[in-house]
């Protein structure tokens, strides 16, 4: 089936840099990929719809200035935190759809990111 | 809340016994999914159910969908210790691709 590569699994940086992850589809082109996030024991968030050359859309209480997304080609979309709190430190998790072929969603393997 | 409801939040069952978790949605949807996410790992897709299909089986797993009650279940028979995990329920809208996730049940399967 189709993969979704996230990465990194894992980061941890410290407070106020920025950190950059990255979601590929590896074997098919996807013009739209979707970020989740994750708190502790909690549920999936929807964050923002990710288009490939135009703007995210994010959804109701995301700031968009400091959850930064480019779809910069049909197989690559990064999420930056910028200035990065303690409080964004969660899971992260992207998916991409392959449009037209199927409905199921593939997700990333996500990205645990811890701020100091 | 954009999230659907899944009920029970934690569950906690003997190993044999069959586990059900229901979950419930709230716009019309294209297809639902379940998944399965092991403590701080990704998510496991289990299986997917259209919109027009009511029932769906895979091994252990078993799927019910009611569309007129906006609600599914997902019923694991003969549960294993290895079934331990958070389940979650996506509804999935077709015209956009995105999935909303349901709130997760907690299933704990005791050896």
């Known amino acids: 089936g189709a993969v979704v590569s996230q990465h990194p699994s894992r980061v941890i940086c410290k407070s106020g840099t920025s950190v950059k992850i990255e979601c590929r589809s590896l074997?098919?082109?996807?013009?739209?990929m979707f970020w989740y996030r994750q708190f502790p024991k909690k549920s999936l968030m929807l964050m923002a719809t990710?288009?490939?050359?135009?703007?995210?859309?994010?959804e109701q209480g995301v700031e968009k200035d400091k959850f930064l997304i480019n779809h910069a080609s049909l197989t690559l979309s990064t999420l930056t935190v910028t200035s990065a709190h303690p409080e964004d430190s969660s899971f992260y998790i992207c998916?991409?759809?392959?449009?037209?072929?199927?409905?199921?969603?593939?997700f990333g393997q996500g990205t645990r990111l811890t701020v100091v | 809340s954009q999230q659907g409801e899944e009920d029970p939040q934690a569950l906690s069952i003997q190993e044999g016994e069959n586990a059900t978790m229901n979950c419930s949605y709230k716009?019309?949807?294209?297809?639902l999914q379940w998944y399965r996410q092991n403590s701080g790992r990704g998510l496991v897709h289990l299986i997917l159910?259209?919109?027009?299909?009511r029932e769906k089986h895979s091994g252990r797993l078993r799927v019910t969908l009611d569309t007129s009650k906006k609600s599914s279940s997902l019923l694991i028979t003969a549960s294993r210790a290895a079934d331990t995990a958070s389940y979650f329920c996506?509804?999935?809208?077709?015209?956009?691709?995105?999935?909303?996730f349901g709130t997760g049940t907690r299933l704990k399967v005791l050896a």
């Open positions: 990710s288009n490939e050359g135009s703007k995210a859309t994010y």
């Open positions: 716009t019309s949807i294209n297809n």
């Open positions: 074997d098919f082109q996807a013009t739209t």
């Open positions: 996506a509804t999935g809208d077709s015209g956009t691709y995105k999935y909303i």
């Open positions: 159910i259209r919109s027009n299909e």
């Open positions: 998916s991409a759809p392959q449009v037209n072929v199927n409905t199921e969603a593939f």
